[in-house]
């Protein structure tokens, strides 16, 4: 059994159901997800270990992060529990950025694509294969009692197999050269039914270069025979000789144009229009108006006095309704009442990795008294997997510095947006 049959192996249906429902997804599609998942991070692995620098690194992960394998023996249980499955997405995050780098996204992609989940599933997939590939290697590297050498030539054991069981669209973002030519059995005699088989093969193929020569050259017979006797019976054939019959000579009459055309009566529905230098103004038929009748005159006037009373509808502008519209999106993007953010530089760009612990050092002072507690809440507005993650990131470094997990409480997100997508609550 190769390695990646055996971490699959590792995968039982009772987690494949439990992801499923905490991804909301279809159970085939997160089969089909997580095989694709670890097929990919091993060969990320193996593409990152190019030298004795980067395995060497490998060995530190494994050591620093306790990757022994005992997860492997946890897998069902914590894919049971949210909080738990949740936390070991963020931790594989950190993880799979550290060793995958900017293919993180291009993975993503082409795993949604495939199992057609979406790709906040395909993420959180690809970050719960790092913890369960990297236990399976450091239970390998404990078992068979590896150094660095030992983790090399293990690698090149796994190499060609990972590599052909990654599927077109995978191996084009790793761009691995699969050995095409499979090494021939030892024991292969020449009297053996696939050497007869391979020397019939190469003597078709003799035929097969003999053949067109063979057809050229009696393709070259027939024309020579085609020049010399065809071309006495072409000679005999009687020539008839066509004379063509002169033109007559134009004249000048015979461009100018047709006398019938000039002919052709007028057409009567046509009616020219003439055109007016200075139209009447409307003062000018008023006057004319008011002379031929005074009646007109005071008709008119009652007309105007009419059209004036009625009342001018004014359209409601552009302007308007954008104001309206960005009240709206202000409060929409306002922080949850009685609730409080975090400094923007807490956390890595685009990723749930604390760049600054110093921001959070308040908070941890704060926590000290056991007494008091932190309720944190991701934002629904903006990166809503990426508020999730960083809320757990937050709970798992108060832990870390020696908070109490009774102490901290992850809740469900809360309608608003800031710059971090999470807030946060101390209360005694």
Known sequence: MDFLSKIKKTITAKTVENLATFLGEKTTDVESGIGLSLNSFI???????????????????????GHTGDILNNIESFSSNFE???????????????????????LVEKVSEISEIRKTSASSLLSLSA????????????????????????FKEINDPIIHSLPPAINNIF????????????????????????????????????????????????VLYFAKFAKKEISEIPMTVVTEKPQDDLIPEDFLPDSTISNLP????????PLEKNPPTEEKKVVEENKSSGTKQQTTAEEAKKESSKPIIKNETPTTRISTESKITEQD?????????????????????????????????QLKNANKSIRISPLSGGNKALAEDRAYALREFLIEKGISEDQITVTNPLTGFNPNGIVYRISN
Not at 196 to 208: D, E, G, I, P
């Open 333 to 365: 993007t306002k922080t949850p009442s009685g609730w409080s953010i975090l400094n923007g530089t807490a956390f890595k760009k685009n990723s749930a990795e604390i760049s600054n612990s110093s921001v959070i050092n308040g908070l941890f002072g």
């Open 43 to 65: 060969a990320g692995i193996l593409k990152y270990a190019q030298s004795d620098v980067e395995l060497k690194n490998i060995i530190n992960v494994l050591n620093d992060g």
């Open 131 to 154: 913890p369960i590939v990297l236990g399976f290697i450091g239970k390998t590297m404990k078992e068979n009692s590896l150094d660095l050498v030992g983790l090399r030539n293990h």
């Open 266 to 273: 007028v057409e009567k529905n046509i009616v020219p229009i």
């Open 175 to 222: 761009q691995f050269k699969k050995s095409v030519n499979s090494p021939i059995p030892a024991n292969l005699t020449a009297s053996s039914p696939e050497k007869k088989a391979k020397t019939s093969t190469n003597k078709k193929v003799n035929w097969l270069i003999i053949l067109p020569w063979l057809i050229l050259g009696i393709a070259g017979l027939s």
């Open 84 to 106: 738990k499955t949740q936390l070991l997405v963020t931790i594989g995050n950190n993880i799979s950025t550290h060793f995958l780098g900017n293919k993180v996204s291009l």
